[in-house]
């Protein structure tokens, strides 16, 4: 049988392509089984300031060691007073991550890998125990252990439970020395960031860029806008912070720290504007804010006052002059504010949390201890209308207002306008602050909506005089709990007409909601600010009946209209830049610049995709053996291939 050119050309083609198609499936089937990704892993971060770095990371290529696992304080202390021939990666309990564990392996391990457990510790806040330095010293917050601020000498890495189990069992095999005959089981860590020594050199050789992100505010009521140029009447300033922080980034829910406060300013928000009050009942209107990058040196507030007391556009979008195009603002509706006739700023911060006693309190914090002023009794007045929570005076041991964005309103003279109100009378009694433990678990939705009927009290109280009817909806603060401190799929139960407020949330494969405040962007918005600005921008719109449908905001016309769950809606809300006043964009090198070396000035490093791995280390001995047997066995078959074709080539013709 004679076959000719062209088929033998189609056979070897065909043979060639089947054998590709084959060695890439080998290829990947030979990788997993090599390898263990664990996908949902959370890398330590690394962060830049003023004068250093902070935080974990690896080289380029990652670390790699055997697994081991050290199971309590006592196999730690075992472990780390033993010398070590081998390079090891240890696997410990999330609960005993400690500054005193951590420089006791990070000099005699590769990596750290922290295992997800039910068991919580006592108290733990990687923050200071006066974040931010705020007023000085004063021990604010009692579990802090600073270690958010330190820099690591090894990697870190946090596991969920599943995975954890997994590197367990392998580290249990390692050490019992049942995977010995086979190969002992390592692991490979990679969390490659571009940090430079400090902001300052990292920002020069282009690997960062500052910690920011955008600031909603919203006007109530927004049915008669602003006069022009300046608003005329007097304003109430409602504010809380958007954005928390922690050693994990992915895991900075901050729900007492941070989510509490704003939620409860959220559902006041949502109770004023659809109250019905008619807006010339208002004699001073309310101005929420939601202030981004808060965390990491009050960037969202501070940038905020300082654009409303001085700013100037070098080069206007259009002829309206509604936007900016250098430096870039979407929209100036914020030098229609005016700092000098702001009456009262109301503040909720850390709000969520019950007394040790099981009872409902808020207390009323004031920079000057001076609980007579308009801003602290109004607030004790209208609490007086809620049922159920006492409010009360803050202790005149602390030295004034707890850290908070209020901080930043300090610098302008409004001291004596401004009251805090928070859960604690002194001291935190939060045990979490700003930490992976800052979950919905660490937070009573119940008390949340007291402190936002509090809050909606004391803003109808000083804005028309009275405290008219306006009911905080409960069922909203129970959605926001869900939505911003449990599962960030709830967040798709915000509608409008049926219609989700921003559907594509059911697509984030994580779905721990994470409210770190990322690099500064001012054509990015991340989730927590557009769940804020959409929810207020509807609630507060001025014609929740039109039904012009669209797509984009360019589809809405008008300088106060946005796209919002596919229809058009005007609204007094408005994204703002939240970035730290210390940092300047450079309009015409297009570089960032530090204006002031005494802030923070903190800034997020370029990153490589993080990634934790697990495989086999091959065993001498076994790969010896193998080879051996494989040698054998190719041996033979060859012998067989010889004996057949001997055997049975002279029965058949050759074709």
Partial sequence: MHLSQRNKTVIVFTVALLAFAVRSQDTKQVYNLIYTTFTDGVPCTRWTNTTSQV????????????????????????FASTSQTEKLMVAIPSALFTEAVVSKLESIVVGIILLESPNLPQGYSPQTSAPQQANGSFPWNPTATSMLFRDYKTPIYLLNSTDSALVVEA???NMNGSAVPVGKYGAHLTSFMYAATNTPTCLRRGFCAPIGGQSVWSVVPSVTGLTSPKETSEIVMSISSMDSASLFIQRATGAESDMSGLIANLAALQAIASSGIPAANFSRKIVFAFYDAEAWG???????????ANFTCRQFSNESKVSCDRPYYP????????????????????????????RSALFVHQELHNFSSIAVQTVLTAAGLVANVSVSTASPATPGLPPSSSQSYLKYGLQSKIAVISDHYDQYINKFYQSRFDNVANINSAQICKMAQVLTNSLLLRATGVVSTATVNCTLVNLLTECLTKDVWACANLTVDSNALIPEVVQLTDRTPNHYATVFNPYLRQLTPRIVHDLAFYNNAVNREQNVSCTT?????????ACIAQKCFESWTFYHDALPTSFQKNIDSDAWEIVDQSAPNWAEPIWSQPFLRMYRVGNPTAETTFMVAAVVEFLIAVIVVVVCKRSYSPSFKTL
């Fill in 55 to 78: 935080g974990c990371g690896t080289e380029q290529g990652g670390v790699m060691g055997f697994l081991h696992f050290l199971e309590d304080l006592a196999a730690i202390n075992a």
């Fill in 171 to 173: 580290a249990r095999a």
């Fill in 298 to 308: 009050y960037g969202g507030s501070q940038r905020f006052l300082a654009d409303i």
């Fill in 331 to 358: 929209s100036l509706q914020f030098q229609k504010l005016d700092l000098d006739k702001i009456d009262t700023i109301f503040e909720a911060k850390q709000v969520g949390l019950l007394q040790p006693d099981g």
């Fill in 553 to 561: 905001d360019a589809d809405c016309q008008g300088p106060i209209s």
